[in-house]
């Protein structure tokens, strides 16, 4: 009778599980190689088509370059942009008319109302597709906030463009974007430095690996899907449920510090101030040319987890709008609704549909409850075309294109 001895026997089962580990590890290696050169040749396809157009301005703010198209990079998510004449996001590359025989509808807000995905998802584009009847203008620009509204404004005017409403869609960040921003001379508003996007390790995972990037990912859209609000692998850069910029509204900030940290020099109650005291100079700006304001809020995702549909950011711009706004438009409701949809298994449901994932930007299910709350609302009370104020004899409106023409002799 033969057979192998106990130590044999030992032998054999340890070299067993070493070429299984070894099998294991170059097959890693392998499809790591792999998946490095497949990224780094689809980067380089990728990269032969960028392109920005996005420059400083006189005063040193940043804006979009007049009658510009490119391809814009958000995170695995590139998209074309394209802008008018005046330096505004639009469908296609247009020459924008002084005046238009439709309504017209200046549109501002930061980067939800820019949109950072396709056109006919942002909210502004299914609005204009929606509703062809009125000439509707994105003044939205990544970044912005109330003092940038009210220097867009007052440019657009001055170049003699007829405005029949203008819509200031508020965001969360306005209260910590005025507080940690200052007033330069020359009316730029300026801001400090900002932190990079991404973090070192994050970045080369996404820009060298995209397939495994895309795996580790995979499992943080199961954990946030079933309630487990953390993207600390993928997007560790951005806590999309509890950003510090966003979180006035529900818990106790840090007022000291100045960005990124915090909110100083200002603090929350004197970004909450300065944000309303620029809207009010804005709705003046267009009250003496007889224009009315309208102002739509909508909730980022650490509100949709923290806060309820009365937040505080709410509360600000639906006081400020008492006697001054046409119409006030709060889209928390219609979010918080799909959140109770949820089933109780997958509480996170909501995120994966309505925003980017790892980001607080919406998807096109989120951009479309943003584009319908206000469709809804310019059915009921559609926009006309407003009457300029008579002043020493002389229209505000005719005096503005005058002085328009007279600058580009």
């Known amino acids: 009778m033969t057979g192998t001895t106990p130590s044999t026997a030992q032998r054999q089962r340890w070299m067993k599980l070493i070429l299984l580990l070894v ?18 040749a689809a ?21 979009l370059k007049p009658n510009c198209t490119c391809i814009m990079n958000w995170g695995r998510n590139p998209y074309e942009l394209s802008t008018n004449n005046l330096g505004f996001r639009d469908e296609k590359v247009r020459e924008v008319p002084l005046a238009d025989a439709r309504p017209r509808i200046l549109m501002l807000g930061n980067s939800f109302t820019q949109s950072m995905t396709a056109w006919r998802d942002s909210y502004v584009g299914r609005i204009a597709a929606d509703l062809p009847q009125y000439d509707f203008l994105n003044g939205g620009v990544m970044g912005y906030s109330v003092s940038h509204y009210l220097n867009e404004t007052r440019s657009v005017l001055a170049k003699g463009v ?27 508003v300026i801001l ?11 970045m080369r995972m996404a820009m060298r690996f995209a397939l495994t990037y895309s795996m580790v990912e995979s499992v943080e859209r199961f954990l946030v899907r079933h309630g487990y609000y953390h993207v600390s692998v993928t997007h560790p850069e951005l806590s999309a449920f509890d950003v510090e910029a966003t979180a006035w509204t529900y818990r106790k900030v840090n007022e000291a510090d100045p960005f990124p940290v915090g909110y100083g020099p ?11 005291a620029k809207m009010t100079l804005l709705w003046q700006e267009l009250q003496k040319r007889n224009i ?38 709060s889209v928390f409701p219609a979010f918080f609704a799909v959140k109770d949809q949820c089933p109780r298994v997958e509480p996170g449901c909501w995120y994966l549909k309505l925003f980017v994932f790892g980001d607080v930007h919406y998807t096109a299910a989120g951009n479309a409850l943003v584009a319908d ?15 300029p104020l008579v002043a020493g004899g002389q229209k505000i409106a005719a005096e503005a294109v005058n002085n328009y023409l007279r600058s580009m002799r």
């Open 373 to 387: 709350a206000v469709i809804k609302s310019l059915a009921e009370e559609p926009p006309a075309k407003h009457r």
């Open 43 to 63: 980067r380089r396809k990728h990269d032969k088509v960028r392109s920005g157009c996005f420059f400083r301005d006189q005063v040193g703010q940043h804006v």
């Open 266 to 276: 200002l603090g929350v109650e004197g970004g909450a101030a300065k944000a309303k």
């Open 192 to 202: 400090p430095e900002g932190k990079p996007w991404m973090p070192p390790f994050a």
């Open 162 to 188: 007829d405005i029949d409403e203008v819509i200031v869609f508020a965001g969360v960040t306005e209260v910590h974007d005025e507080a940690v921003s200052q007033d330069g001379a020359s009316g730029a």
């Open 292 to 329: 009315p304001i309208s102002v739509v809020v909508y909730p980022y995702p650490g509100q949709l987890v923290h806060d309820t549909a009365d937040s505080r950011q709410v509360r600000l711009w639906r006081d400020w709008c008492e006697g001054k706004c046409k119409r006030f438009i």
């Open 23 to 40: 099998g294991l590890a170059f097959s890693a290696a392998t499809f790591v190689t792999l998946d490095g050169l497949r990224t780094t």
